[in-house]
């Protein structure tokens, strides 16, 4: 049964950086794409990035783009989400998602497994 287990938020300053790892297990990692997603407070779960099998592709929304950058290393079953120039708008609780079509990133119904989130919170 496919785990994901996020780690790395808490809180920050505005400007600042974090960086989130989530670890992934039950399943062959490498075979395929991830996604992180975050949800703020009153608010739907809205894609951030996501990432190829290969680590090759990467996707962004538009209020990211430039800000984060998803990674992935393979042998150790963990997608990275490095997050710079935070701002209070980032708060959120942010998951990392396994992409079962390999495609469709934006979209929360492609993915299976999801972690329990962690929470970032960026205060100005």
């Known amino acids: 049964q496919a785990q994901l287990v996020e780690s790395g938020g808490g809180p920050a300053q505005s400007g600042g950086s974090l960086t989130l790892s989530c670890a992934a297990s039950g399943f062959v990692f490498r075979n395929y794409a991830m996604g992180w997603f975050r949800q703020a407070p009153g608010k739907e779960r809205e894609f951030v990035a996501g990432i190829d099998w290969s680590g090759l592709s990467t996707y962004y929304a538009d209020s990211v783009k430039g800000r984060f950058t998803i990674s992935r290393d393979n042998a150790k079953n963990t997608v990275y989400l490095q997050m710079n120039h935070l701002s209070p708008e980032d708060t959120a609780v942010y998951y990392c998602?396994?992409?079962?079509?390999?495609?469709?990133?934006?979209?929360?119904?492609?993915?299976?497994?999801w972690g329990q989130g962690t929470q970032v919170t960026v205060s100005s």
């Open positions: 998602g396994e992409n079962r079509r390999g495609s469709h990133y934006g979209n929360a119904a492609v993915y299976g497994a």
